[in-house]
């Protein structure tokens, strides 16, 4: 028994000490926040951690947050619990001036020789400051530019042409022809032709945005002062949301689209049951990977094939949302690891370290250089070509306010179609949605302006109740220009609102109480003669 004693306690002091070391590495790591960026991004990223750790016997410690999460979790700990903040966080390029002007994170000037901001690209480097600051916060670690892809031996079978979807008007109409024929993939599983996110979805604003650019409108604009204002309320980014709402809402362009998210979507194409995919890049380099490595080379759409096709156009031109990652550094009172954060930033954001990263998730790596590499991949090499039509979201403080509402507004859209039939009452709640959304951006963006609420929702209706093929009857060519159409606060030529109606209505009655008074009058003086 003594003997037993004595090994308990060797064994009890030998756990003390180990959870004393264990104590001591946990206190001089770095705390390290990712998103989840997909299909074998923990492994890309647990490699590059271990290098890191070869080179320079600093250990860090990875948190992975579900984007969904990522917004909130990172706001409150910085606010309530700094000290269990992150030294180095990824954030998505629109959420870096928010953070910015938050000060949660650190500006990293000193940095820029070191890391040479040159080599990124222009768009995507824009997020890394806050209108009027020269000061830069964030470095982008790689590129979310979204592709139109096909499956491409449904495409074959179908027999369309490339050139047979350059425009939304026609891809509107090869969507309603896919969907009158009985195509079927390899598993003999009914094929639709498309879906967008409807449900419980955190991109949905992502994918209207380039109909709604291509029209010619925006989701905030300058104001004229100083700050934005709420576009919605526009008439071509109506016209834009209108599209999306019909193409969301239609039972046979896009059936699946009320019950699904983003990545259901996607993972729909990826067993080969949609035709189209309005994705991201990464899907792409997926199959190169086996299953067992987080990729898709067994899947049905590496047997069918990926096809990328040219951007659609619109009336105003072709648009593709560009979006991305930065990596920052966090602002936190104690500046112990400063020095070890900035050496682990300066790391992640050699072009080897972006190079092996960006291959292993699929997304567009952020560094000119390598992008130069990944153009002579004739997959890549449509979607870096697409990088020029690449448009991103205003870099102001604002627009993370700004991005719940419209996240919330494209699931709103999906619960309204799915529980509503009827057209015109679809197009009633609709209009009161995007009006009720309209109002909160601009009080997001404290602007303030004054509007007759039954007229705007009188015209937002008329605008949703239209056919798409009726406003451009043919092509771009026959798009009416924004001096043409009314914006906020107008009232079109062809829309009679209720007030008018009221006014003319008593004009009326006016001007024949006036005609009958002068003929009975005249009558009376007639009598009397």
């Known amino acids: 028994m003594a003997g037993f004693t004595g090994l308990a306690r060797l064994l009890l002091f030998a756990s003390l000490v180990l959870g004393l070391v264990t104590s ?146 026609q891809f509107v109409g090869v969507l309603k022809t896919i969907a009158k024929a009985d195509l079927k993939n390899a598993d003999g599983v009914k094929v639709t032709p498309f879906a967008v996110p409807g449900k419980d979805d955190w991109s949905g604003q992502q994918c209207m945005a380039p109909i709604i650019w291509g029209h010619g409108g925006d989701f905030v604009l300058p104001s004229g002062k100083k700050g934005y204002r709420s576009a919605l309320l526009d008439s071509n980014t109506l016209v834009g949301l209108a599209l999306y709402a019909e193409i969301m809402g239609d039972s046979q362009m896009a059936p699946y689209s009320l019950s699904e998210n983003s990545a259901d979507n996607a993972n729909g194409f990826v067993r080969s049951e949609r035709v189209f995919l309005y994705g991201t890049s990464e899907l792409i380099k997926q199959l190169d990977y086996p299953e067992e490595a987080g990729g898709l080379a067994n899947s049905a759409i590496a047997k069918d094939g990926i096809k990328v096709l040219k951007l659609l156009s619109g009336p105003a031109g072709r648009f593709s949302f560009m979006g991305g990652s930065h990596l920052a550094l966090g602002k936190k009172k104690d500046a112990s690891k400063n020095a070890m954060a900035e050496r682990f930033l300066a790391y992640m954001l050699r072009a080897d370290n972006i190079d092996a990263y960006s291959r292993q998730v699929g997304f567009l790596p952020a560094d000119r250089s390598i992008l130069h590499i990944w153009n002579r991949d004739s997959r890549y090499s449509k979607l870096v070509a697409e990088l020029e039509h690449g448009r991103s979201f205003p870099n102001i403080p604002e627009w993370g306010e700004v991005e719940s509402i419209l996240m919330e507004l494209s699931n709103n859209m999906g619960s309204l179609f799915l529980n509503t039939a009827n057209r015109k009452t679809r197009s009633a709640h609709l209009a009161q949605m995007v009006y009720k959304a309209h109002k909160k951006i601009n009080e997001a963006l404290k602007h303030s302006e004054e509007l007759n609420e039954a007229e705007m929702l009188h015209w937002i209706q008329h605008i949703f109740l239209q056919n798409y093929n009726v406003i451009y009857p043919k092509n771009s060519a026959d798009f009416i220009s924004r001096e043409e159409v009314p914006i906020a606060g107008e009232i079109s030529d062809k829309v009679v609102s209720p007030k008018y109606l009221i006014v003319a209505g008593a004009g009326f009655l006016v001007i024949c109480f006036i005609v009958v008074f002068c003929v009975a009058r005249k009558r009376k003086i007639k009598s009397r003669q």
Request: net charge negative; hydrophobic share 40%.
């Open 24 to 169: 001591s590495v946990a206190a001089d790591s770095l705390s390290v926040w990712v998103m989840d960026n997909g299909r074998g991004s923990k492994i890309a990223l647990n490699r590059l951690v271990k290098k890191f750790y070869r080179e320079t016997h600093i250990p860090v410690k990875l948190t992975s947050l579900s984007w969904g999460e990522a917004f909130d979790k990172i706001t409150r700990t910085f606010t309530d619990s700094i000290s269990q903040a992150p030294d180095v966080l990824q954030l998505g390029s629109t959420w870096v001036p928010h953070f910015a002007k938050a000060g949660v994170i650190r500006p990293i000037d000193f940095l820029m020789a070191e890391i040479d901001s040159s080599r990124f690209l222009g768009e995507g480097f824009r997020s890394s400051h806050i209108p009027g600051s020269s000061l830069t916060y964030a470095v982008p670690w790689f590129i979310d530019v979204r592709g139109l892809f096909v499956n491409d031996r449904l495409w074959q079978e179908l027999g369309f042409d490339d050139s047979d979807v350059e425009t939304y008007a």
